[in-house]
């Protein structure tokens, strides 16, 4: 039978010789104490099995489910928010793309890094001696590029080795590996450095994708096409807003977009080229090297990233590769695969997908803008964001979002470092405004933390 959250499927029970099933909720999906509950029958007839109820977390629920809309709501109990110690945008990230051949993807991928990467980072582009004639012409375009660095193999070294190569030119910097067939979009990078940077024992922080197997959203190991009527940047943006802080994990990362902590590669070293020389594997085992030595590595739920695959090998040398290294993987790490489907499948990752699963049943209804934090009323509010709001109510200091609701309350005397920057992640925001005339400690406040999330912020213009 499968159980739905909120009207939105959630997970497919096993039940027993009685019919009967148990699933153990150590926090609250939805972010809010309540929500409902309904049991259908696994026959695609959505015949319900009970009439829905209402949950309360820590009481068992009978009562009947109230009719109306459910707001998505910050994942508040399974959030894992950057301590006020956490520094993440300190320091240099390099982001390493091999390049081989598919010429097309590549202008892709570098135009979408150039255009919503921020904070301390270079590129580093390394072709491996492509066949591809456009790619020459491509790469040499971007040259005079800022932050953009191109380097190129005597002949080909295979995916491995060249990732390897990018790595040891990235010095001490935190190092993405991000695939040429990839488009990443707004707080892509900032929200992988927020992941790595969540607690100190986290060795590896990866993005999920429409189509990149263990990580793809919401239904695993499959293509997921994007919502009707949005782009990849809207299902980017509604992913950054909607998927909470919940990071779930598993014993390995992804390559085609994860970063790696630098005191991670110092510590386990690089990929192993002579047993994964096409990749397809690599960085599992890497992963597994990392994990033997107490590191952890976490799905970064909000950063969404569209990947291609396939482009460079084509579909049936991708499997040949993949099962090969497989093969490695089961003689290295015994446990690997049982590991990979204990957490796969987890209460958190299940959260993760049901929350994108809401989020996207509303885009033929909605177009996600990014939200900008005003300490007052802005005079001018333009539509291409969602103007938030900052607001001093008597000794109350309220967070309003666009539709004028208060989604946060707490006294003036509490709003401190830590509430500011706890608001300015579970709501997302993207940019602060500040007012030109005010030099009050909550603008201090905000304008101090901004900076340490990597949130721009800016003065209001002709402000009185």
């Known amino acids: 039978m499968q159980l739905k959250i909120n009207g939105q499927r959630f997970i497919d029970l096993q039940s027993g010789p009685e019919n009967d099933a148990t699933l153990e909720i150590p ?86 890094v150039l255009e919503h990467s921020n904070g301390a980072y270079r590129v580093i582009v390394i072709n491996d001696a492509s066949t591809d004639p456009a790619i020459a012409p491509l790469l040499e375009s971007y040259r005079s590029r800022d932050r953009i660095e191109l380097h190129e193999n005597p002949r080909n070294l295979g995916f491995t080795a060249t990732v390897n190569r990018g790595m040891q030119m ?5 190092v993405v590996l991000l695939n ?11 929200g992988l450095r927020h992941a790595l940077h969540s607690a100190p024992d986290v060795a590896t922080a990866t993005a999920v994708s429409n189509n990149a197997g263990a990580f793809s ?3 695993l190991e499959q293509e997921n096409p994007f919502p009707p009527g949005w782009s990849h940047a809207q299902t980017a943006r509604a992913t950054w807003q909607d998927a909470g802080h ?25 990929f192993d080229v002579a047993a994964f020389p096409q990749g397809y594997g690599e960085e599992n085992d890497f992963c597994q090297r990392a994990s033997a030595r107490g590191w952890r590595h976490l ?45 796969l499948f987890s209460f958190a990752r299940r959260v993760l997908d049901w929350r994108l699963r809401v989020s996207q049943s509303s885009s033929p209804s909605r177009s996600p803008l990014p939200r900008c934090l005003h300490l007052k009323n802005s005079r001018s509010q333009d539509r291409s964001h969602e103007h938030w709001l900052l607001d001093v109510q008597g000794e109350q200091m309220n967070l309003v979002a666009v539709d004028g609701e208060c989604r946060e309350s707490v006294p003036v005397i509490r709003f401190d470092d830590l509430c500011c920057a706890h608001w300015l992640q579970l709501h997302a925001i993207e940019r602060v405004v500040l007012p030109g005339s005010a030099d009050s400690l909550v603008a201090g406040k905000l304008a101090a933390q901004a900076a340490r999330l990597g949130i721009p912020a800016s003065i209001e213009e002709n402000d009185p």
């Open 180 to 190: 040429a067939d990839t488009e990443v979009a707004a707080n892509w990078l900032v």
């Open 246 to 270: 919940a990071y779930p994990e598993l014993p390995t990362g992804n390559g085609f977009c994860m970063l790696i902590r630098r005191q991670v590669l110092d510590a386990v070293g690089l």
């Open 27 to 112: 926090f609250s999906p939805s972010g809010q104490a309540r929500f409902n509950v309904e049991l259908i029958a696994n026959d695609h007839s959505d015949d319900p099995l009970t009439a829905p109820f209402s949950v309360a977390m820590g009481v068992c629920g009978t009562r009947p489910v109230m009719d109306g809309p459910v707001a998505i709501t910050p994942l508040h109990d399974a959030s894992r928010l950057l301590p006020l110690d956490a520094c993440p945008m300190q320091g240099e990230v390099a982001i390493v793309i091999p390049v081989y051949n598919a010429a097309e993807a590549v202008r892709r991928c570098l135009d979408s």
């Open 299 to 343: 799905i970064a739920g909000n950063v969404h990233v569209a990947h291609a695959r396939s482009l460079s090998f084509g579909s049936d040398r991708r499997q040949a590769l993949g099962q090969a290294g497989m093969q490695v993987l089961r003689e290295r790490w015994p446990n690997y695969e049982s590991d990979v489907g204990r957490t």
């Open 170 to 174: 990235a010095a001490r910097a935190d």
């Open 217 to 219: 959203v919401p239904e």
